[in-house]
C-alpha cells in the first residue's frame, strides 16, 4: 500500500531544481501597500529570497528579505515608502539563492501599476 503525504507536482526537490513558480502584485486600495504572492517549487533545502520594487526612477521603494523560508506558497505585504503620491509604474525584482545572491538562482521581474483610487 502506497501513502502519498504529498499531491504529485508538490514532492520537495533538491536545491538544484528550485524555481520561482509564480509570482502576483495586487495593490492596495490606498496605494502604499501592496500584496504579492510567490509559489516557488516544493524543496528540500530552505532557499533565501530578496524581493524589491522599483519605481520608474529606477529607485528603490520596498525590499524584502526572506531567510530559509519554510513555506513554498507565501505571501507578503510591501509597503511603498518615501514617496508622497503612489500612482504610477512599478517593477517587483524577486531573486531565490542559497549560499549566494550572485548569481541569483532564479529572478523574475513583474511590472504593476498603482491606479488612481476612487
Known sequence: ???SFFE???????????KIEQVQVTPYSDGFR???HIIVTPFQERPNLVLVIHNEQDS??????????MHHNMEFTMHLRGI???????S??????????IPAQDKKIIG?????SS
Request: no cysteine.
Open 1 to 3: 500500500m502506497d501513502v
Open 8 to 18: 504529485s507536482s508538490g514532492i520537495p526537490r533538491p536545491k538544484a531544481e528550485i
Open 34 to 36: 501592496v500584496h504579492v
Open 60 to 69: 528603490i521603494v520596498s525590499e524584502l528579505n526572506i531567510i530559509e523560508t
Open 84 to 90: 508622497s503620491h503612489p500612482v504610477g509604474v512599478y
Open 92 to 101: 517587483l525584482t524577486v531573486e531565490l539563492f542559497y549560499e549566494n545572491r
Open 112 to 116: 504593476f501599476k498603482v491606479e488612481q
